[in-house]
């Protein structure tokens, strides 16, 4: 009653309530809700003009979504996580069951267009001078995140250690997909892009592969460290190996092809076979992408290096452009479609575990970041903690493995993405009234200020 006294006078100079009754609300959600189970088929997905109506509300939302982050700094990830809950658990147009079916597939489609768009738009120049400070966040903030979580699982919820690392790996690292959208629209230096950018790169593939290995110690029953040393080394191994081995030649082959109908379609029929290879060799694909990427990117820098001419080079397809935009937009709202709201614990420790990794975050950072960067370099990078992608494809797999707790991976894991998008939101909204030192070249200080201590 407290809460709907709450609503009541929040909205009462708005809409006249004398007469408000919650059971109208509730009522009115029902009918809507049996007027969308009426045109749905006796299964877990709607019928296909009701799927092509939520496909549409997907877009429209995508696209304003877009628009509105690009004016207030608002991830749009939040609202179409939301949208997803709404199609889903609340008016069932779309049930559980049918996106476990179809997310391991579409996860697979969205994890490398993702990582090999966040390669084109990384220089390669400025990853190099920044490199040190990307491992050091990434793995330092990997570790200390990892560790956060197993703790809190196994003495709140009395999981087994192996099962408490396990959702610690898959929640350890900054969600690329964010980052790199999130980036390009504050005004901090293109070093402190680059730098933040790969750090997501990284913690994305670092949770892939740990998360993978843990998958099988945990269905074997035991874990073996030397068995993570070497298929860790193997997967980075063979992400560099293809990445590279195909990118280079390719990234030549993709400029004689800059005029072909089909030149797009190309590169991306080769990032696929690229990903099927990978996944043979024991590597995700996602480094992969992201080298292959990274290459193709930066195509006209390696020329110079490499010693070999180039045609001239044309704009990029826009064609990228738009499918990255269906492919984010659609997981996001998957996100939701899995979301549950079963019990209050999980949300209360997703939140919790999420507050702590954040102020984990800026200890990690202060000591990381040195006075070359400024002070809005800085607080962007304190507040840089999104989850997304890498989580929310990994949180499912457990379900698919029939692994113990296998339905509560989803739940917290929904709930940690929610309230890191949010807290992210919120810090980089406040390191905005931060004006940057350097107008051209945003927050990066190239000398430090002999008498700066911040």
């Known amino acids: ?23 109208i609300i509730l009522e009115k959600i029902t009918e809507f809700q049996n007027f969308i189970g009426a045109l749905s088929q006796e299964g877990p997905i709607a019928s296909a003009h009701v799927l092509l109506l939520a496909a549409g509300v997907v877009i429209f939302s995508g696209v304003a979504g877009e628009a509105f982050f690009k004016k207030t700094g608002i991830p749009d990830v939040a609202f179409l996580m939301i949208l997803g809950v709404v199609i889903g658990p609340v008016f069932g147009i779309i049930q559980p069951e049918a996106v476990i079916q179809i997310v ?78 999130l980036v390009r629209n504050v005004k901090i230096s293109n070093e402190t892009k680059n730098m933040l950018s790969f750090e997501s790169a990284l913690t994305d593939i670092l949770a892939t592969i740990i998360a993978f290995i843990l998958f099988e110690a945990i269905l074997v029953g035991q874990f073996d460290l030397q068995v993570l040393q070497e298929t860790l080394g193997r997967a980075v191994v063979v992400g560099l190996v293809l990445g590279f081995g195909v990118g280079i030649p390719w990234m030549y082959v993709s400029t004689k092809l800059s005029n072909a109908q089909h030149a797009y379609m190309l590169t991306l029929g080769i990032l696929f076979v690229l990903f099927f290879l990978a996944n043979s060799f024991g590597e995700s694909g996602a480094l992969t992408a992201l080298v292959f990427g990274l290459m193709i990117g930066n195509r006209k820098n390696l020329a110079k290096t490499l010693r070999f001419k180039l045609p001239r080079i044309a704009l990029d397809d826009p064609t990228h452009n738009q499918l990255t935009f269906l492919v984010r937009s659609f997981f996001f709202v998957f996100v ?12 209360v420790l997703g939140v919790g575990m999420t507050i702590v990794i954040y102020f984990g975050r800026i200890i990690v950072a202060k000591i990381t970041l040195t006075k070359r960067f400024s002070l809005l370099d800085k607080r962007v990078t304190y507040s840089m903690i999104p989850r997304g ?53 945003g927050g990066f200080v190239q000398k430090p200020p002999e008498d700066s201590k911040d």
């Open 104 to 181: 391991p597939y579409f996860a697979a489609l969205a994890l490398i267009i993702i990582m090999f768009d966040g390669g084109l738009n990384l220089d390669l120049k400025q990853i190099i001078r920044t490199a040190h400070f990307s491992f050091t966040l990434a793995i330092v903030g990997f570790i200390l995140s990892v560790i956060i979580v197993t703790l809190a699982v196994h003495y709140i919820l009395d999981w087994s250690w192996l099962e408490s690392i396990l959702l610690g790996s898959i929640v350890g690292g900054s969600s690329s997909a964010i980052v790199f959208g």
């Open 389 to 441: 992608l890498a989580a929310a494809v990994l949180a499912t797999i457990p379900i698919t493995l029939g692994l113990p707790n296998a339905e509560v991976y989803p739940q917290i894991v929904f709930f940690i993405i929610l309230a890191s998008v949010i807290i992210t939101t919120i810090g980089v909204g406040q390191s905005k009234k931060i004006p940057p030192p350097e107008p051209k070249e």
């Open 1 to 23: 009653m407290g809460v709907l006294q709450l609503i009541r006078g929040q909205i009462g100079d708005i809409i006249p309530l004398e007469n408000f009754d919650v059971s």
């Open 336 to 347: 939701g479609l899995m979301a549950s709201f079963g019990r209050v614990e999980y949300i």
